[in-house]
């Protein structure tokens, strides 16, 4: 007996020897996350934020198989939760869910392996309770606070957002679904000057940090963001494989354009940068991408980005074991307008239409809990990054926020529009008269921002509509250019209004 317990005991040591500490990421291989010792999941750190109530967090990791895991929550040294599992032969993992937590903190999470006699422990500390956003996308996601307008003052501006906490993922690309991240660029952290602007499109995105720091203002409890996203992606590298072969996405796609140099292979980055985080609770997702679809599958756009969400919307439920929302909340921003070749690009007209699955507005049938930041308003000509790259994040993020705090958290307000409640077609006078749900402002008159599509025998071609009139709530376009039947009518998206 004596003979047999040290065997076990050598051969555990063994087998524990290649332990790092939680959140190491020398366990994994390029193209598939091994397994080495008992851990938590790469993205369970320290000062990393849980999902707060009506929702459990969950806590998972690996160990050895068979073996009895019991994961202890702790506040000031006291334990006011335990929950205990099994690791799992087949994938040699563990999972347990809390029980609902108010937001707040610090909190350590303790989670201690048991084979045998031997015991092995791992501790994560500084962890709050509050909401958990993920943010995705390509450059303008990417893009840093350094990169932002008055970048100095919001680098600076960290002090009274502590308890806002921020990870980036590394920019990583699989042939597979991968159980865990490979690495991560920055580790759950405080937010400070230096996390905030690494470096050009590295970390952290100022998109993602100014909605959280937005929804801090509005909510008085912690915020966990995550930034998942590489320079000029497609949405199809984002995509799961069955929801591209959903939405019939041809293998070899269309011809990649200037505004696509990333990974652009189907799946790559949802096998990589967001399958692994599957198993997080989530309040909810925005995402800032369409930029490398303009010229590549945009007539598919229409299908891709709704089927993306409604699938993310999936795995995140299951991953979670039906902790994150079947329908969480999922915001978006509508692209801005820039130039190309000297000219605005006519690519994103269709792309925005496309976004919003052809119906010009959100939520929809189609796109259920969802909101949208619009800033086709906001182009920057003088962007020293380009102008499809426009500096003035601080507007998106508040316009995403407001979206956030109306469809993800039930406040009663404004967050978007003003859209046309009636339109009214007078023929006799050549006008097409638009009543809008809420006061509008017309800034300055300019003969291209409406567009009027003219139908004749089943052809129809889009046309200038110049503003005739306007009051209060009301604005008056002259189709007179229309000899035909209007069919439909559009802003003008090229306009930088």
Same mark, same amino acid.
């Given at each position: 007996?004596i003979?047999?317990?040290?065997v ?9 020897q ?8 020398g366990l994994?291989?390029s193209?598939?996350?091994g397994y080495?010792?008992f851990?938590f999941?790469?993205y369970?750190?320290d000062?990393?934020?849980?999902q707060r ?8 990791g690996?160990?050895?198989p ?5 994961v202890?929550?702790?506040r000031?040294?006291?334990p006011?939760?335990?929950k ?13 869910v ?7 903190g ?10 045998g006699r031997?015991n ?5 500390h500084d962890?709050?309770?509050?909401d ?9 996601m ?14 600076s501006d ?5 308890s806002v906490?921020?990870?980036s993922?590394s920019?990583? =690309?699989? *042939?597979? $679904?991968?159980?865990?991240l ?5 580790r759950? /952290? ?5 996390? &905030?602007?690494?470096?050009n ?5 100022a998109v ?9 203002d ?8 995550l930034?998942?996203s590489?320079n000029?992606t ?8 069955r929801?591209?072969e ?13 505004l696509q ?8 980055l949802w096998?990589?940068?967001?399958h ?20 590549f ?14 699938d993310?919307?999936?795995?995140f439920h299951?991953?979670s =074991?039906? *902790?994150? $929302?079947r ?9 801005? /307008?820039?130039l190309?070749?000297e000219? &605005?690009?006519d690519g994103?007209?269709?792309i925005r239409?496309?976004?919003?699955a052809?119906?010009g507005?959100?939520?929809n049938?189609?796109m259920?809990?969802?909101f ?16 499809i ?12 926020h407001?979206?956030a705090?109306a ?7 404004i967050?978007?529009?003003?859209l046309?409640?009636?339109i ?12 809008y749900?809420?006061p509008?402002?017309v800034?300055?008159?300019d ?8 139908c ?6 889009w046309?200038?509509?110049p ?8 604005l ?9 039947t209007p069919a439909?009518?559009?802003l003008?998206a090229?306009?930088?209004?």
């Open positions: 007996m003979a047999s317990e040290f076990l005991g050598l051969v555990l040591r063994l087998f524990l290649a332990h790092v500490s939680a959140g190491g990421f994994f291989s193209d598939k996350v080495v010792g851990r999941a790469s369970i750190d000062y990393m934020v849980l109530e009506p929702a459990g967090a969950v806590i998972w690996y160990g050895a068979r073996a009895t895991v019991t202890t929550l702790c000031d040294q006291e006011i939760m335990k205990v599992t099994s690791v799992k032969a087949d994938s040699n993992t563990w999972t347990v809390l029980d609902p937590m108010k937001p707040g610090p909190y350590e999470v303790m989670a201690q392996q048991t084979l031997i092995f422990t791992q501790r994560v962890v709050l309770f509050g958990v956003w993920l943010c995705s996308g390509q450059s303008n990417k893009m840093t606070v350094s990169q932002v307008f008055n970048a100095t003052a919001e680098l960290t002090a009274a957002y502590q906490r921020i990870l993922v920019s990583t =690309q699989a *042939q597979q $679904e991968l159980e865990d490979a690495k991560v660029d920055l759950w /952290s405080k937010p400070t000057s230096k996390n &905030l602007g690494h470096g499109f590295t970390y952290m995105s993602c940090w100014l909605f959280g720091r937005f929804l801090y509005a909510l008085r409890y912690p915020v966990g963001l930034s998942s590489w000029g497609p949405i199809e590298a984002w995509s799961s494989r929801s591209l959903a939405c019939g996405v041809p293998r070899s796609g269309s011809m990649p354009s200037d140099f990333g990974p652009s292979a189907h799946s790559v096998n990589a940068m967001i692994p985080l599957r198993n997080m609770t989530l309040k909810g997702v925005i995402w800032y991408q369409g930029e490398s679809n303009v010229n599958n945009r007539d598919l756009y229409n299908c891709t980005f709704p089927l993306l969400i409604d993310w919307r999936q795995t299951d991953g =074991q039906g *902790q994150t $929302e329908f969480f909340p999922f915001g978006f921003v509508q692209l801005s /307008s820039y190309f070749d000219a &605005l690009d994103l007209p269709q239409w496309h976004q919003t052809d119906f507005y959100v939520p049938q189609r259920p809990n969802t949208m930041a619009a800033s086709v308003d906001l182009c920057d000509r003088n962007s020293p990054f380009g102008s790259h426009p500096r003035d994040k601080q507007t998106v993020a508040y316009r995403l407001l979206g705090r469809l993800a958290y039930g406040e009663k307000l967050f978007q529009g003003p046309p409640q009636k009214e077609l007078l023929a006799d006078k050549g006008l097409l008269n638009l009543t749900s809420q509008i402002k800034q300055r008159r003969d291209k921002i409406f567009e009027v599509s003219c004749s025998d089943h052809q129809c071609k046309l200038p509509a503003m005739d009139t306007f009051s209060t709530q009301s008056a376009l002259n189709i007179t250019s229309c000899q035909d439909a009518l559009r003008n090229n306009v930088n209004i």
